[in-house]
């Protein structure tokens, strides 16, 4: 079958099994395009919550698939590719951060919602990166805690929040390999350009950003800026959101510059972009592969994911 073809026996499918699309800004263009709901983790586990349709198809990594199981586990949630990891939640192995955890018993733990759902059960709160900082200032500013599995994103809201949480030592390997020195030349280039970067970048290169925020953060702050470009430090499929919403901008980023500026090729996240239309369409057909969890798991890690959720309404982050 051709793209044309797949996509309209996706579309074909999805009706016929009353199933939802929710695709994450990551995604490649063509699944962008096809999913009901596109998104950041926090409005995708939202909507997950939410869904009232038979099958969920979660087009993104397996982290998040689970966290939409573990939300709303009548549902048969579907991962186009089952190997559609995330080098945070890799970073962080369960037995490893119980020890870990055990050496710090006045300490609460908050943890990036880019982890496996064992590592969600040790948690207190999860958090992403659309509510992380508005979430660690609401707690007493004498609270221990221990944020984990992102150092770039908890040294991010240690800096701007004074507080000094204890980091796992794990990164965003898309991320921390975006390099300040490419952004710095790329502000030569573009000196009327306003830098956005996502809090997994590594600290040098959030130092020289103008804005620092999650994947729908920045869709916020270009619709209220007046600049006219925009260099983008975060992974390249947000483009195609971006783009769609502005087409009257210019977005800059490492990775689409012809000559002249060194680029550091990293602004891809592969795991992303394992799930292709081909993927999709026979996830649908088969209605595999499945996200299967086990009962008390699920309760285990929809405590803090459900705090955090009350959490941001209560904050006026989500509705
Ligand atoms: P957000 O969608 O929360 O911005 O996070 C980006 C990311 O890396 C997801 O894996
Ligand atoms: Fe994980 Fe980074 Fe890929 Fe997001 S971009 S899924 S944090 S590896």
Not at 21 to 36: F, K, M, N, P, T
Not at 89 to 107: G, I, M, N, V
Not at 120 to 133: F, P, Q, R
Not at 293 to 310: F, G, N, S, W, Y
Request: glycine share 4%; hydrophobic share 40%; charged share 25%.
């Amino acid at each position: 079958m051709n793209n044309e073809q797949l996509k309209s026996e996706i579309i074909r499918l999805k009706k016929e099994k009353n199933a939802v699309i929710l695709g994450h800004y990551y995604q490649r263009d063509e699944i962008q395009e096809l999913s009901d709901y596109i998104g950041d983790s926090l409005a995708l586990a939202q909507e997950a919550q939410r869904s009232e349709a038979d099958i969920i198809v979660f087009c993104g990594v397996h982290f998040m698939a689970e966290t939409a199981k573990i939300l709303n586990p009548t549902r048969k949630v579907l991962l186009p590719d089952m190997a559609a990891s995330c080098s945070l939640a890799e970073s962080c192995a369960a037995s490893d951060f119980a020890a870990f955890k055990a050496q710090y018993p006045d300490h609460i733990v908050i943890s990036y919602i880019n982890c496996t759902a064992e590592i969600k059960a040790l948690s207190d709160i999860i958090c992403t990166s659309g509510n992380a900082e508005k979430i660690v200032r609401s707690l007493p500013a004498d609270q221990k805690i221990i944020f984990a599995p992102d150092k770039n994103l908890g040294g991010y809201i240690n800096s701007v929040t004074g507080r000094n949480m204890l980091l796992w030592n794990g990164v965003c390997t898309v991320h921390d390999a975006m390099q300040a020195e490419s952004i710095l030349k790329l502000k030569l280039r573009y000196p009327k350009a306003s830098v956005i970067a996502h809090p997994e970048c590594n600290s040098a290169l959030l130092h020289v950003a103008d804005f620092v925020g999650s994947t729908k953060a920045m869709l916020t702050y270009i619709a209220k800026s007046e600049k006219k470009q925009f260099i983008v430090a975060t992974e390249g499929g947000i483009l195609y959101e971006m783009k769609k919403q502005f087409p009257e901008r210019e977005f800059i980023t490492v990775e689409n510059q012809e000559g002249g500026v060194e680029c550091c090729s990293c602004a891809e996240c592969h795991h992303m972009k394992l799930n292709t239309l081909e993927k999709l369409y026979a996830c649908l057909r088969d209605e595999s592969p499945e996200i299967v969890m086990d009962k008390a798991l699920i309760e285990a890690a929809k405590k803090p994911i459900v705090r955090m959720l009350e959490m941001s309404k209560q904050l006026g982050i989500i509705k």
